[in-house]
């Protein structure tokens, strides 16, 4: 009905009743998770992490659903998912890039973006995560959505000329973004479209970000053209008061 446990090379024979019980306990954990009884897919999952036929850390993403209690806060659970992924992290060395995908994941969901980005900053100038394409798309759409205004000002709207040339690709205005942001966000998604050329997300995001800077440029051309229109447009205005009076006539006294 479900599938098998990662077991390793049976210490029993397969068909005996211990055997059988770890594949039916299995059952038990798969059919708790489904219908959302989580107590009782712990209980299961606990004493199937006791048996040295299963290897357990082969199941961590398992064990991550079944991960924190459920009278805890959610910041509660986050911490002890964060604290249980990072410990899978040192004893699964072959996952570890998967692994820290769920902790940026995991960050993400709970609102901590900053925390996420630098998560990916620490590991991702090493191997083999620098040639991790996902990572690197998290960290330039997550450094694109650190480099936004923290005060968000109403769109303007861009100039009709330019918008029409591809209104299929809806544009990222770049107006009071952080620049520095935005490089890092376009070189890391760069390095995601070379690592991966099918890399629709990255590829996507890279159009939006070039006809954004495009049409900012414009906005930004046309304001400056209309406030050179307008100073023209004042004509000095002189009064009476400011006319040069005839200087009055000195007396000499004889």
Known sequence: MFSVPAIRRPVVPSNTSRAFHIRRLQD?????????????AKRAWCILARCKEVNWRVLWRTGLT????????????????????????LRHQDSRELILQEIVLLLIDAGQYREALDEINLYLPSFPYQDNPVLHTYAGLLSLFMAQPFQQTPAKAPPRHVADQSPSIPPIITTGFSEAQLRDAQSHLERA?????????????????????KLAAEIQEREEGDDSDGKDDLVPVSSDEDEELPSSKRMHLS
């Open 28 to 40: 038990i954990l798969q059919l708790s998770i489904q219908t959302g009884d989580l107590v009782r």
């Open 66 to 89: 079944l991960a924190g209690s459920l009278n805890e806060s959610l910041a509660e659970r986050t911490d002890g998912k964060l604290e249980y992924l990072r410990a899978m992290m």
């Open 193 to 213: 479209r070379s690592l991966d050329e099918h890399n629709v997300v990255a590829s996507g995001f890279l159009d939006r970000i070039r006809l954004g800077m």
